[in-house]
């Protein structure tokens, strides 16, 4: 096969028109301004996908509210190893967010992230292992400031909607933190992309990659574009950040790395209220407890939500499923995933997981009355006729490989050939929150020869590059006060 042409070389191509690839676009093109980099989305619009506001819980994950990240000993105290982790991730992504609005990258910062508190709901035999958690978290220097209560009252002064109709005798619990964010990571792919370009990134939508082949020791990707005709492109490194549809071309390449690997979709629904007034008495993501055998993201929140400047409020996720890996992908997906290598897996998978499919089976059977029942625990007071269900998006968890056949792993899985020359990012949440983690990850795996030659200027992104904000206490508190100056999140 003859050389491809010039035009159609690149020094990156990265796949998908999310906030993943939208954050990598970022880092490469301030590290490499020389670089040639084009990124390709298959729809028409960038971040309508999974970084769309209406297609994620928009939270910035830290750890503040999530009770899942906190899970609760034999004994009855609570691990916070994982909480620890993902909110050092997410102070890296504020770092290098900040340092975008101090450079004039990106120009409004309220314009994708708000405060907005955090808290922890829970009732009956839950609020012992709350008062674990709070005691276990409020001492360690990430969680400085996290309220507690079982004070009707004063839970109702941090969010009226809870308390509103409640039975005064019924025993309840809460923590509050009022670091919290809402993040709108559509707005803020828009925003990466916007000065990404205004760098020399090349953007064309539109453009579906259908195949990923070797050529030497880079890579030729392959495609159509909509409206017809077929497009191929040349580059040494190619980073697949296409949501649910990584899985796909991370199976095309063909990398041995990416055998064994299947994905198990889940699709979601929320209840977004119509009625103003309402909305304005709500100014909290309040999360509780999830039911046995949900998965993470199913976890029930009621969310206050800040997109172009207004709130609205939502509840949810009701979980569903569908075979499709996209929001709008195909009913085939599923299917075409299945492969030799990944069947054992998968099978071990449904062997091991019939809580969740039993889960899975009920939240699909839910009437409306059901639904507002379960808004109920958190808003007793709530009226069916004020809220209106919307389909949110398709999140595709991992299957691997693991010591009974195969594992259902909730988060995010960072999957690259051993030169390099390709990544792939599987998985959910809590992704678009850590996805300056993950690029930073992905940069020692890819390219570690350029460390050296990139590390001066990888700290002037992120100051705490290489070394956990916990570790060092003056460090912690500059970098916190910093980033709420620069992204207007200080009181």
Not at 110 to 117: H, L, M, Q, T, Y
Not at 178 to 190: H, I, M, Q, S
Request: glycine share 10%; with cysteine.
């Amino acid at each position: 096969m003859s050389p491809l042409p010039a035009a159609n070389r690149y020094d990156a191509v990265l796949i998908g028109g999310g906030v993943m690839s939208a954050t990598l676009a970022t880092v490469l093109a301030e590290l490499e301004p020389d670089w040639s980099i084009l990124v390709l989305e298959k729809l028409d619009a960038i971040g309508a996908e999974s970084s769309d506001a209406w297609n994620n819980a928009g939270t910035g994950h830290s750890a503040l509210c999530e009770l899942n990240y906190t899970p609760a000993r034999p004994d009855g105290t609570v691990d916070i190893t994982k909480a620890v982790a993902i909110n050092e991730q997410f102070q890296v992504s504020r770092q290098f967010w900040a340092h975008l609005v101090e450079t004039g990258v990106l120009a409004d910062p309220g314009s994708f992230i708000n405060p907005v508190a955090h808290m922890s709901f829970v009732r009956s035999r839950d609020v012992e292992f709350l008062r674990a958690r709070h005691e276990a978290l409020s001492q360690h220097p990430l969680f400085a400031g996290m309220e507690w209560s079982t004070d009707h009252a004063e839970i109702g002064r941090w969010a009226p909607l809870l308390m509103a109709g409640r039975d005064p005798g019924e025993r309840v619990a809460a923590t509050r933190s009022a670091a919290g964010t809402d993040v709108d990571f559509g707005a803020l792919t828009r925003s990466l992309l916007t000065g990404a370009a205004g760098r020399g990134v090349e953007l064309l939508t539109g453009h579906a990659v259908s195949d990923l082949t070797r050529r030497g020791s880079g890579w030729t990707v392959k495609g159509t574009a909509t409206g017809g005709g077929s497009f191929e492109v040349a580059t040494p490194f190619v980073f697949v950040g296409a949501g649910g549809g990584a899985l796909h071309l991370l199976q095309r390449s063909g990398i041995p790395e990416g055998k064994g690997f299947g994905g198990f979709p889940v699709s979601g629904q929320w209840l977004r209220c119509t009625r103003p007034e309402v909305v304005e008495q709500h100014a909290a993501k309040v999360y509780g407890q999830a039911e046995v055998g949900a998965p993470p993201m199913s976890v029930p929140h009621l969310d206050t939500r800040v997109m172009d400047g207004r709130r609205s409020l939502m509840f949810g996720p009701y979980a569903g499923f569908s075979p499709r890996f996209l929001k709008k992908g195909s009913l085939l997906d599923l299917p075409l995933s299945v492969k030799p290598d990944n069947l054992l897996p998968m099978l071990a998978v449904a062997r091991d997981n019939v809580p969740l499919m039993t889960y899975l089976a009920k939240q699909l059977a839910q009437s409306t009355e059901q639904r507002i029942e379960a808004l109920k625990v958190f808003y007793p007071d709530a009226r069916s006729e004020d809220w209106e269900l919307l389909t949110a998006g398709q999140r595709v968890q991992v299957i691997k490989k693991g010591p009974r056949g195969g594992v259902l792993q909730f988060g995010t899985e960072l999957v690259n050939a051993a030169d390099g020359s390709v990544a792939a990012l599987l998985g959910a949440s809590p992704g678009a929150s850590t996805a300056v983690d993950v690029v930073l990850r992905l940069l020692r795996q890819c390219f570690p020869a350029h460390q050296d030659a990139w590390r001066e200027r990888l700290v002037g992104m992120v100051p705490s590059y290489g070394r956990p904000l916990s570790d060092d206490p003056d460090l912690l508190v500059k970098t916190l006060a910093r980033t709420a100056d620069a992204l207007h999140l200080a009181a």
